[in-house]
T-cell receptor, first 115, second 112 residues
């Protein structure tokens, strides 16, 4: 079944640790996105990619980095976690250009807590 | 000019009532206007979307009304049910090559 997956779902980690949040999709979508969202609050785009080897920063300044080596995989890395990084991180994907409806499909999110 | 302004921030409606959430935009190049629904602990999911060539789109109890001249669009939920309690986000984009611009969200509570 085509879907978008995020792991871990929950992560509690100490300050200064390096973490990688995983996102994979089996829908064959070229476009992928990372959003930061405090529960029930506004969505903030932090990174996006339009295809392999393409990554861009979003509207919200973030200390995280991303990579896109494979179409289906779009991991997000924090080199040194801080309490201010505590939030929910949502991964999404959408079809490429060509008159599509630009619908974004979201994963279930990773709830990150940095102590 | 890229903003999408959503109101109200929160809304409480009695079961069976009509829930109305509004969004306004400035960029006249926007041509795709979706509404997303998000339940706690889940990612948002597309609920219904409209393009500016129609003034209204209905899917079951959910209707989008679109006013191109006023640059506004709204979501109407008829016969609101407790299961509709969620956060709703409007968004807009200019073609499929551009990002979705998101509203700030509306937390909807349907009281039984």
């Amino acid at each position: 079944e085509a879907d978008i997956y995020q792991t871990p779902r929950y992560l509690v980690i100490g300050t200064g640790k390096k973490i990688t949040l995983e996102c994979s999709q089996t829908m064959g979508h070229d476009k992928m996105y990372w959003y930061q969202q405090d529960p029930g609050m506004e969505l903030h785009l932090i990174h996006y990619s339009y295809g392999v080897n393409s990554t861009e920063k979003g509207d919200l300044s973030s200390e995280s980095t991303v990579s896109r080596i494979r179409t289906e995989h779009f991991p997000l890395t924090l080199e040194s976690a801080r309490p201010s990084h505590t939030s929910q991180y949502l991964c999404a994907s959408s079809e490429s250009a060509g008159g599509g409806n630009n619908e974004q499909f979201f994963g279930p999110g990773t709830r990150l807590t940095v102590l | 000019q890229q903003q999408v302004k959503q109101s109200p921030q929160s809304l409480i409606v009695q079961k069976g009532g009509i829930s109305i959430i509004n969004c306004a935009y400035e960029n006249t190049a926007f041509d795709y206007f979706p509404w997303y629904q998000q339940f706690p602990g889940k990612g948002p999911a597309l609920l219904i979307a409209i393009r500016p060539d129609v003034s209204e789109k209905k899917e079951g109890r959910f209707t989008i009304s679109f006013n191109k001249s006023a640059k506004q669009f709204s979501l109407h939920i008829m016969d609101s049910q407790p299961g509709d309690s969620a956060t709703y986000f409007c968004a807009a984009s200019q073609g499929s090559n551009y990002q979705l611009i998101w509203g700030a969200g509306t937390k909807l509570i349907i009281k039984p």
